[in-house]
């Protein structure tokens, strides 16, 4: 379920003059920026963008990169974009990145629907004039090229029809893979990348029944190079994907030095999906509440804003 | 009609591509018992003496004809799809025949446009409950099999930007690659694939010529020891002459089966889309109309059906 409490009564008319007052002459009313954007729903916030267009000839988002800054920035940029170009954009600075940010790549690529991800693609196409895949391979190299590209190219069978025959010898197959550290990469990336997520439930679940163990733990035991640690990735998404937000936002908040980039990713992209589900596995794991790690760790109109966004009332 | 006339006729009507179905019924419709022995026993290659003293027709012609009869219904049928559910049913098709019949693929993957490309995607999840890539996968084993997955899971960015000296940069990268080929087939180089999965058609087209310009020769021609690759080149960057050459094989004499299929194939899937440009190429290279040669080769409906098809072109 989603944390984004978006108001019901909107005009997008007045919501662009109240963000036109707030931007306006010495200095910007964050707060109110805040109130108004963080409980709009992506369908509201482009409406607020037209309007705003129409009413002042300026465009919203960028009016708002100029007068915000910092983490702040950042996350309200993010959040303001249409969730397909939000994707493509936290993609390309992924890509983009001396070195990529694969995790980034396989959880956009494994976690939205086969028609999500290619509305990413188009968005990506639109916004560079490169395909995605052309600028992730020309920044890659090895099997972590092959795997990304593959997993970012593919357009899985979105059906339920499984082959219990096939759960079976393909869970063998990545059962080998793993067992002899000299991995078959190219078996494993072709069932992982080209599987329907239904097929692949039905081959992991396959996979613990025949050998007692979870294919992801079985990797984790396997060893951490990047490859490795990307298909760790992939699997985590796939199997449940609540659990692995839940991991990166753990990390992020409590390495020393919050990564505000993983912070904002992940509660930007999932406040209207399902970041109360993540919320309440988080206070499982770690016995407290997701806002109020985040307040400890962050501060300012950053910390309003991600609050915000996660469910709590001003 | 003479007798002798007549049977020549019938000879023709029963050879070739197609059935000439008029001929068959003003000549072989009239004909009286006595006239249809004389016809049995003057071609032995229709018919055999049985020991039992009858006229037996021979199994393998009447298997013959009968995938003559069909080739009207076949084009018929193909002709009247939706585009996305043919080429599905293409790639499907020549998945099942096995290697001789991969060059589809290419040829699927690589003339369509990106969206046309997409759509055939999607109507194979309709027809076979899998993803294109997923069965290629499968099916196909070693460096073929990861650059037709790669051909098939692109969305190419179709705009005409285009980034010069990366043009140049990757024409050298692939003309080291096709250099050193007996070193290492260029089909195995993951650059090669790299660049020929990923990159926009316009800018492989930039590719080709500065390729040119390094090798002298154009890249299709370096490429005769590495088919699939080289068919590929020429999907991607020189359509018309491709398709100008599978029409030309398959209008020869007493060619395989499977090769027969390509003259319905290409005029079916064309007729609305470049028809005029490979005709052009096709009377440039071949020095002879492409429906004069269907017009000698082709019988009955079918050829009428073809050159209807052949002429929207204009």
Same mark, same amino acid.
């Given at each position: 379920m989603a944390t984004l409490i978006a108001s019901e009564n909107f005009s997008p008319t007045e919501d662009a003059e109240v963000l036109r007052r707030s931007v306006? *002459?010495? *200095?910007?009313d964050e707060k109110a920026v805040i109130s108004i954007l963080a409980h709009r729903n992506a369908a509201q916030r482009y409406e607020i963008r037209l309007a705003y267009e129409e009413l002042y000839h300026e465009d919203l988002i960028k009016r708002l990169e100029s007068e915000l800054s910092g983490d702040f920035e950042k996350a309200m940029y993010r959040w303001i974009l249409d969730p397909t170009d939000r994707y493509a954009v936290l993609a390309h600075v992924a890509i983009k990145k001396s070195e990529t940010d694969y995790n980034v790549i396989v959880e956009i690529s494994s976690t939205l629907s086969p028609e999500e991800l290619l509305a990413v693609r188009r968005a990506y196409q639109l916004r560079y004039k490169h395909s995605l895949e052309e600028d992730l391979a020309a920044h890659t190299t090895g099997d972590i090229r092959k795997l990304l590209v593959a997993l970012v190219t593919t357009y899985r069978y979105d059906g339920s029809e499984i082959n219990a025959k096939l759960a079976n010898s393909e869970a063998d197959i990545l059962h080998d893979a793993i067992k002899d550290k000299a991995f078959n990469h190219e078996e494993v990336i072709r069932i992982l990348s080209t599987r329907s997520k239904t097929q692949l439930m039905a081959t992991f679940n396959r996979y613990r029944d025949d050998h007692g163990i979870s294919i992801s733990k079985n990797l984790l035991d396997a060893g951490a190079d990047n490859f490795q640690k990307a298909l760790h990735v992939v699997i985590r998404c796939l199997n449940d994907p609540k659990k692995y937000f839940e991991k990166v936002l753990r990390h992020a908040i409590k390495r020393t030095g919050t990564d505000e980039d993983a912070l904002t990713r992940v509660i930007v992209t999932r406040a209207e999906r399902d970041l109360k589900d993540i919320k309440e596995f988080y206070y499982k794991k770690n016995s407290v509440h997701l806002e109020h790690a985040v307040a400890k760790e962050t501060s300012g109109d950053y910390k309003a804003f991600l609050v915000t966004l996660l469910g709590q009332e001003a | 009609m003479a007798l002798t006339d007549e049977f020549q006729a019938l000879n023709k009507a029963f050879s070739g591509v197609g059935i000439d179905e008029n001929s068959l019924i003003s000549i072989l419709g009239k004909w009286h018992p006595e006239e249809r022995k004389s016809f049995r026993k003057e071609t032995p290659h229709f018919f055999k003496q049985d020991e039992r003293h009858f006229e037996r027709w021979d199994d393998q012609h009447v298997k013959h004809l009968k995938h003559e009869f069909m080739r009207f219904k076949n084009a018929v049928v193909l002709w009247t799809m939706h585009s996305w559910e043919r080429d599905a049913r293409l790639v499907k098709e020549a998945l099942k025949k096995g290697p001789q019949t991969y060059s589809v693929l290419v040829e699927i993957a690589c003339t369509r446009s990106a969206e046309e490309l997409l759509g055939a995607r999607k109507a194979y999840h309709s027809l076979f409950d899998h993803s294109i890539e997923e069965d290629v996968a499968y099916h196909i084993d070693g460096p073929e099999g990861k650059l037709l997955v790669a051909l098939v899971s692109a969305y190419r960015y179709e705009g005409p930007k285009v980034k010069d000296d990366t043009a140049k940069s990757e024409a050298k990268t692939l003309a080291h690659a096709i250099k050193n080929a007996d070193k290492r087939n260029p089909i195995e180089d993951d650059e090669v694939i790299r660049i020929l999965s990923t990159r926009s058609k316009p800018h492989l087209k930039e590719i080709y010529k500065h390729y040119q310009e390094i090798s002298g020769h154009n890249i299709d021609e370096d490429l005769d020891d590495a088919l699939r690759l080289k068919e590929t080149v020429q999907c991607l960057c020189t359509p018309h002459t491709y398709f100008s050459q599978v029409l030309e094989i398959s209008l020869r004499n007493g060619v395989d089966k499977s090769i027969k299929k390509g003259l319905t194939r290409v005029i079916v899937t064309r007729a609305d889309a470049d028809m005029k440009e490979i005709k052009e190429e096709y009377r440039n290279r071949y020095g002879v109309s492409l429906t004069e040669k269907i017009e000698a080769t082709a019988n009955g409906n079918y050829k009428d059906f073809l050159l209807t098809l052949a002429a929207r072109g204009g």
């Open positions: 306006e *002459g010495w *200095g910007t | -």
